[in-house]
């Protein structure tokens, strides 16, 4: 799949090459035939823009993998009329983000950091 506004880390290609049939964002780029290779895509930060032009381009596209809670910057009914799912992860950052309310609460109960 593609993903990223540079695809995967560098530092990372290699690896994910030995377990996955990777195609960079790099690769996709410059080469239209790889273009039906291409079953998955993964969204990260917003990246790369899940528009007609790319689903038209990706005839063989099934799911599109976004990185975070939300898929509200992805076009649910342009991508399904395509036949495409999408999934994200909900409630991945749900415990942690509640600690850090309570930590931000104990710490402005107990002035804990005073400004001047």
Do not use: C, W, Y
């Amino acid at each position: 799949g593609i993903g990223g506004a540079f695809g995967v880390l560098e530092s990372h290609v290699e690896f994910l090459k030995k377990h996955f049939n990777l195609i960079t964002m790099k690769e996709f780029q410059k080469s239209k035939e790889l273009h039906e290779k291409i079953k998955s895509v993964f969204v990260f930060e917003r990246l790369p823009v899940i528009d007609q032009e790319l689903l038209e381009s990706l005839p063989n596209l099934k799911v599109i993998g976004n990185s975070g809670v939300g898929v509200n910057h992805l076009n649910l009914k342009l991508i399904s009329s395509f036949g495409v799912k999408v999934t994200n992860t909900p409630h991945a950052v749900s415990d942690s983000t509640a600690d850090i309310g309570m930590a931000l609460m104990l710490a402005s109960a107990r002035r804990l950091v005073e400004g001047k």
